[in-house]
């Protein structure tokens, strides 16, 4: 490894180490790396398909396909720490719409990324889907940006 990416992961804390599952979203640490490729326009994409929260009035578990895009400026999310973030809301209890935005709201403060979209796809719970979308603005020209590739929900129909 050479001494420039030394220096550039050195601030890391949970890459390579025993890390516990954070208590809550707000006690989770994302960390963030410097981007490589700064200056060039590229699509990240992360997916999760198994994310789950709690209901904050029954404490029922709900549970959504979360697909989270972004075009990078100087920083990257260190993926280990974003697992670990989104793992945090296991046990938290709050709507749909307050995890989806919180979790785009943090990577934005945290990245101050070109763009960001999250989809957040929700599956029923009283028979009813909830998909929440949040973007920080226009997407930006000349970037692939793929669908997210998740339908939206359809019953037996």
């Given amino acids: 490894m050479t001494q420039d990416r030394e220096d550039r992961y050195a601030t890391l804390t949970q890459l390579g180490a025993a890390t516990e599952l954070p208590a809550s979203p707000e006690e989770a640490v994302l960390e963030r790396v410097a981007n490589p490729q700064a200056g060039v326009d590229y699509l990240v994409r992360f997916t999760c398909p198994e994310f789950t929260s ?7 578990p709900d549970f959504a396909h979360l697909v989270i895009d972004y075009i990078p400026q100087d ?6 720490s974003l697992k670990l973030f989104l ?3 296991r046990n938290h209890g ?5 995890c989806t935005v919180t979790i785009a709201r943090r990577l934005v403060d ?3 990324p070109k763009w960001l979209r999250i ?6 719970r009283g028979g009813i889907p909830i998909d929440v979308f949040y973007q920080t603005g226009p997407a930006p020209d000349g970037v692939w ?5 998740v339908p939206t929900y359809r019953g037996r129909g």
Avoid: N, R
């Fill in 75 to 80: 920083w990257l999310v260190e993926s280990k």
């Fill in 110 to 112: 945290l990245l101050a």
């Fill in 87 to 89: 793992g945090a809301f």
């Fill in 94 to 98: 709050a709507f749909h719409e307050d």
């Fill in 119 to 124: 989809g957040g796809y929700w599956y029923p």
């Fill in 54 to 60: 709690i209901c904050p009035m029954t404490a029922q």
């Fill in 145 to 149: 940006l793929p669908d997210q590739g």
